[in-house]
């Protein structure tokens, strides 16, 4: 018998997991953290002194109080891919089960460097798997990575063999045909495992609602193109801020960097973090075409140096969502402010993503930024995740039995179901909308 507890991430956008108990086995995936609930928590506190259950009860990590009584039982911890709303709560909980971690290199890596930087140490052990390939853990479960695309490297979507059919676990991802960085994703291998048996497909839904396919990250590509080289920027300072977890975006702002002849500087702690992780792994190396500046004392000091030499250099910065703690925010005042001119440019390669937190933040941002009166180039950017019509081909390919939408609010859920019963599926029947918490038996 399958039985699957959702454990978080079924009631908002955040903190993901989802376990499945197959016989008397259970496979925990994902364990992440609800970022605004995590930093309006964890601000004022030191990391180290941090109380998992606190964590909890404020809505930051999943709940993991809704499988207690699945605890003996976990064999292994399966995180999909390297970003926080599914690996940061690995360093506060996965300490709870005598299981070891599995992911693919680049999640390892990045898992690795937080829990070195945050000063934690967990009993479990970190392995590493490889995209497309496959691993007996029992004689009743296979585990199976199957690459994805998505907005950072390494992503899978990762496959459960049971004697009662497969579960196919698939958040987060895009289907994207052109990706700029590393292959497609591998549709050959889901087709397969359509002719199988899926017993269950468990799905993200952030973008169910959106009613066309997700463009590719080389659209993104070139709408930098167009504003990093299409754009006159002779004399003036130019900065781009994304996220530092999307290596691809990265290697494409490097790219165009070299072309303007610009000296690239990657500027704030995570930056750091995540190319480190990618040059561990091999997937992009930037040290050689780049200088990365983790402490704020190193960017304090290149900043006043580059104020000098207008022109001359690319500025990378972390603070796409207006964070107060990161690099572009800082910028703007106190101990790192730089003096912007009139029409210097400044790049979000990003959209903002809508929580109350993250809107206000980059309000004040911008408002900022335009005391300057300096260009602002907005929302250059495409999702990682799939769209409404991406979401249909998973669903005809796979053909599963039953659907569980996950990875949203309840809108976003219901859009999935909606979606699913366009398609044949009974909304109770074979498609299950779940709350955080729950539990349900196929
Ligand atoms: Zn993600």
Request: aromatic fraction near 6%; glycine fraction near 6%; proline fraction near 4%.
């Amino acid at each position: 018998m399958v039985e699957i507890c959702t454990v978080g991430g079924y009631n908002e956008v955040g903190r993901n997991s989802t376990a499945i108990k197959i016989g008397d086995e259970v496979y925990i995936l994902d364990l992440g953290i609800h970022l605004e609930n995590y930093i309006k928590y964890t601000q004022d506190e030191d990391i180290v002194s941090i109380n998992p259950q606190e964590l909890m009860d404020n809505g930051a990590v999943p709940n993991i109080s809704a499988i207690s009584d699945w605890k003996s039982n976990v064999k292994m911890l399966l995180p999909t891919h390297a970003h926080l709303d599914h690996i940061g709560a690995l360093p506060y909980l996965a300490n709870n089960f005598k299981a070891p971690i599995m992911c693919t290199p680049f999640t390892a890596e990045v898992l690795n460097g937080i829990l070195t930087e945050d000063k934690i140490k967990l009993n479990n052990k970190i392995k590493s798997m490889s995209a497309n390939s496959s691993f007996q853990t029992s004689n009743n479960v296979r585990i199976e990575f199957v690459h994805m695309t998505h907005s950072t490297p390494h992503t899978v979507m990762i496959a459960l063999h049971t004697k009662e059919g497969i579960i196919l676990y698939a958040n987060d991802f895009k289907f994207d045909l052109f990706p700029t960085l590393g292959k497609k994703p591998n549709f050959k291998r889901l087709e397969e495992l359509g002719k199988e048996n899926v017993l269950a497909l468990v799905c993200d839904s952030t973008y169910a609602a959106d009613a066309r396919k997700m463009p590719s990250e080389f659209i993104a590509k070139q709408m930098l193109n167009e504003v990093m080289l299409g754009i006159e920027s002779k004399h003036k300072h130019v900065v781009v801020t994304t996220f530092s977890s999307h290596i691809a975006r990265l290697n494409s702002i490097v790219e165009f960097g070299k072309k303007m002849n610009r000296k690239i500087v990657f500027m704030g702690r995570s930056m750091a973090k995540y190319v480190r992780a990618a040059e561990a792994t091999g997937i992009a190396k930037f040290t050689n075409r780049v200088e990365v500046l983790k402490f704020s004392g190193q960017i304090k000091r290149k900043l006043k140096k580059i104020a000098k030499e207008r022109g001359k250099y690319l500025m990378v910065a972390t603070g796409h969502q207006g964070e107060p703690s990161s690099t572009l925010s800082k910028m703007m005042n106190g101990e790192m402010k730089f003096n912007f001119m009139p029409e210097d440019h400044i790049i979000f390669s990003c959209k903002t993503i809508p929580t109350p937190t993250n809107i206000e933040n980059r309000k004040r941002l911008e408002a900022d930024l335009r005391n300057y009166n300096v260009r602002i180039f907005k929302d250059i950017h495409q999702s990682g995740h799939a769209a409404r019509e991406d979401l249909r081909d998973l669903i005809n390919l796979v053909k599963p039995k039953h659907i569980i939408p996950a990875h949203g609010n309840p809108d976003m859920l219901s859009a999935l179901a909606d979606l699913a019963g366009e398609m044949g599926y009974n909304k109770g029947e074979n498609v299950h909308l779940m709350k955080d918490g729950e539990r349900i038996r196929l």
